[in-house]
């Protein structure tokens, strides 16, 4: 924070109480007319003005003061002004151009129902200069306090002290910087404004010898501080990555689902979303998630680096080259115990299944 | 010798304990009739909700602003007191436990019932007076169900709250001197305060119930055996 004095009686001196790099900021609005003055000097006094180190337009000069008209951003820089006879530094100001704060955009939502919620809020008009914001929420004429966020700037903590409150909730954020404020107010029930965090960990598994099949599952969000007494309610939605409809499926008092509608070899794209039970809205959805269902596969399940069966048996049922007799014979007697080896593969996983 | 009536005691002590076991109907929560009947009145609070979300805004806009203002926002007035509050403090609602918290939910919409009802009668609008004819109706079966998971339960039958507190019964003109007001007919302003109360209010406490219901519904699954905490109260 920069502090400035002004000396306004038996001055001979500007006083030299400022800010440690003795430099004073001034706030001035877009568009307006700026009048620099040099210290404390009075009108009769000779100096110089610089900006930036650059000389300046003797044409902006009326007397000691320097004139700058229509101000845009490009005025921003620091000015200096210089006693003449001495040559002195006797002020240095720091310009900076920018506006009054627009109202602002805030938004309160409640995603640890019951335990509280957080109001964010933003500016939609850049301002240019640095802002402060100041949050008050009340219900009826109780305050409530709210604790700022240790991360997020523009975010502010509350508690809900009651449920089931009939009494709406009024946050009102304040925007203040050097040139004005403005102040922006919400008025909301305790329900309206819940919407838990998306679903946490969703996965989505094949399952072995069903081709149509996708398990998902998926967990609370660890911020809902009430699982089992403020239920959660599901929503998912799934697709091909090449088709654009959305399948969807709402489901209470599960974690996991068994999609049997897929196609075949086709990638899915899917998400979850989560809502309590009776109150509030939707959360967004889950990051996306791709899984495909399982595959038949058309080569036995041998080493995938050997080369595949048919190419084996032809190079084994044409006529035999005649020198490597051993080789063919190595390769008849692979060809041989691979078909078995897949049969009794099937046969495992058949009776696996039915146990 | 002195040792026999201690040993008498103690065998009397035992017994009485063991009649007082048997004697606890071995159902409670776990009971099927209960859990359907929790379930019943669980859809019948989400069923009123909708209804009366629908009902309401058609009654604020009959009413005109600032009623039908989605922001209004008004303090309470005093002669609205009687109304039945839904708003709890967070841990005190978790701890009910499950015959105080049935209880809770039959004698507040016992009151809003009656209040509903004297409102309707005030209708001018016959098809306004239908609908809410109507809802009352409905509301009546929410009471009615609610009693039922009490008695399934095993719990007794609550007293009427209204005879308990002595409140006059249905009469058209007198209607709002419940509120408390002055002997005089009350200002329309005040009582379409009283009616935009009173359906907030009952909105507010069907949301509550649902979260009522539910909490009951999950306490009824086999695993969590809350029967150590419940006896049937007796007179």
């Known amino acids: 924070m920069n502090f400035y004095c002004k000396c306004s009686n038996l001055c001979s001196l500007p006083p030299s109480l400022s800010s440690s790099s003795g430099v004073r900021i001034q706030y001035e609005r877009i568009g307006s007319d700026v009048t620099m003055q040099c210290g404390t000097l009075g009108s009769d006094a000779s100096i110089t003005w610089k900006v930036n180190g650059s000389d300046v337009d003797t044409s902006v000069l009326e007397g000691p003061n320097l004139i700058l008209r229509n101000v845009t951003l490009s005025y921003n820089g620091l000015y200096s002004c210089f006693e003449d006879s001495s040559g002195d530094l006797q002020d240095q100001i720091s310009l900076r151009i920018g506006s009054p704060p627009r109202e602002p955009v805030v938004t309160c939502r409640s995603n640890t129902y019951p335990k509280g919620f957080y109001c964010t809020w933003y500016l939609p008009f850049p301002t240019y200069i640095p802002n402060d914001f100041e949050l008050t929420a009340l219900q009826n004429t109780k305050e409530i306090e709210c604790q700022r966020d240790a991360v997020h700037k523009?975010?502010?903590?509350?508690?809900?002290?009651?449920?089931?409150?009939?009494?709406?909730?009024?946050?009102?954020?304040t925007a203040k910087n050097a040139l004005g404020k403005s102040s922006a107010t919400i008025t909301f029930d305790e329900f309206s404004i819940v919407k838990p965090d998306p679903p946490e960990k969703v996965t989505a598994k094949p399952i072995p010898d069903n081709?149509?099949?996708l398990e998902v599952a998926w967990?609370?969000?660890?911020?809902?501080?009430?699982?089992?007494?403020?239920?959660?309610?599901?929503?998912?939605?799934?697709?091909?990555?090449?088709?654009?409809?959305?399948?969807?499926?709402?489901?209470s008092d599960t974690n996991s689902h068994t999609i049997t509608d897929a196609c075949t070899g086709k990638e899915y794209i899917i998400q979850v979303a989560a809502k309590d039970n009776d109150i509030g809205t939707w959360s967004d959805w889950s990051v996306p998630i791709h899984a495909t269902p399982w595959m038949e596969e058309l080569k036995p399940p041998t080493n995938e680096n050997q080369p595949p069966l048919i190419t084996t048996t032809t190079s084994s049922s044409s006529v035999p080259p005649q020198s490597p007799s051993y080789q063919v014979s190595a390769t008849t007697r692979n060809s041989a115990t691979t078909i078995p080896r897949t049969v009794s593969l099937l046969l495992g996983i058949t009776i696996f299944l039915f146990i | 010798f002195s040792l026999f009536p201690g040993i008498s005691a103690l065998v009397t002590f035992l017994l009485a304990a063991l009649l007082n076991t048997l004697a606890v109907p071995a159902m409670n929560l776990t009971d099927p009739t209960a859990k359907v009947s929790i379930q019943k009145t669980y859809d019948l609070t989400k069923y009123l909700e909708h209804q009366l979300s629908t009902l309401a805004s058609t009654y604020l806009n009959y009413l005109g602003p600032p009623f039908n203002d989605p922001d209004f926002s008004p303090p309470r007035v005093n002669g609205t007191t009687q109304i039945p509050s839904a708003t709890v403090d967070f841990e005190l609602w978790r701890g009910l436990n499950d015959r105080l918290r049935l209880v809770e939910n039959y004698r507040a919409y016992?009151?809003?019932?009656?209040?509903?009802?004297?409102?309707?009668?005030?209708?001018?609008?016959?098809?306004?007076?239908?609908?809410?004819?109507?809802?009352?109706?409905?509301?009546?079966?929410?009471?009615?169900?609610?009693?039922?998971?009490?008695?399934?339960?095993?719990?007794?039958?609550?007293?009427?709250?209204?005879?308990?507190?002595?409140?006059?019964?249905?009469?058209?003109?007198?209607?709002?001197?419940?509120?408390?007001?002055?002997?005089?007919?009350?200002?329309?302003?005040?009582?379409?305060?009283?009616?935009?109360?009173?359906?907030?209010?009952?909105?507010?406490?069907?949301?509550?119930?649902?979260?009522?219901?539910?909490?009951?519904?999950?306490?009824?699954?086999?695993?969590?055996?809350?029967?150590?905490?419940?006896?049937?109260?007796?007179?």
């Not at chain 2, 039922?148 to 007198?174: C, D, I, K, N, Q």
């Not at chain 2, 009173?198 to 539910?214: G, P, V």
Request: proline share 8%.
């Open chain 1, 154 to 173: 523009n975010k502010c903590h509350l508690k809900f002290y009651q449920m089931f409150s009939s009494l709406k909730y009024k946050v009102t954020v």
């Open chain 1, 211 to 213: 081709p149509r099949r």
């Open chain 1, 219 to 251: 967990q609370t969000p660890s911020s809902w501080p009430e699982p089992d007494t403020f239920p959660l309610k599901f929503f998912l939605r799934y697709r091909p990555l090449i088709l654009d409809k959305w399948q969807h499926v709402e489901l």
């Open chain 2, 110 to 235: 016992s009151v809003l019932l009656r209040y509903l009802e004297l409102m309707t009668q005030d209708l001018s609008c016959p098809e306004l007076r239908r609908h809410f004819n109507h809802f009352c109706t409905s509301l009546q079966g929410l009471i009615v169900s609610i009693a039922s998971v009490m008695t399934s339960l095993g719990y007794p039958p609550p007293a009427h709250p209204l005879r308990v507190r002595g409140v006059p019964g249905v009469s058209g003109g007198g209607a709002w001197a419940l509120a408390g007001t002055a002997s005089s007919a009350p200002s329309t302003f005040l009582k379409k305060m009283d009616d935009f109360w009173l359906l907030k209010e009952l909105q507010i406490w069907l949301w509550r119930s649902a979260k009522d219901f539910n909490r009951l519904k999950k306490r009824s699954l086999p695993q969590t055996a809350a029967v150590h905490n419940h006896r049937p109260h007796r007179h």
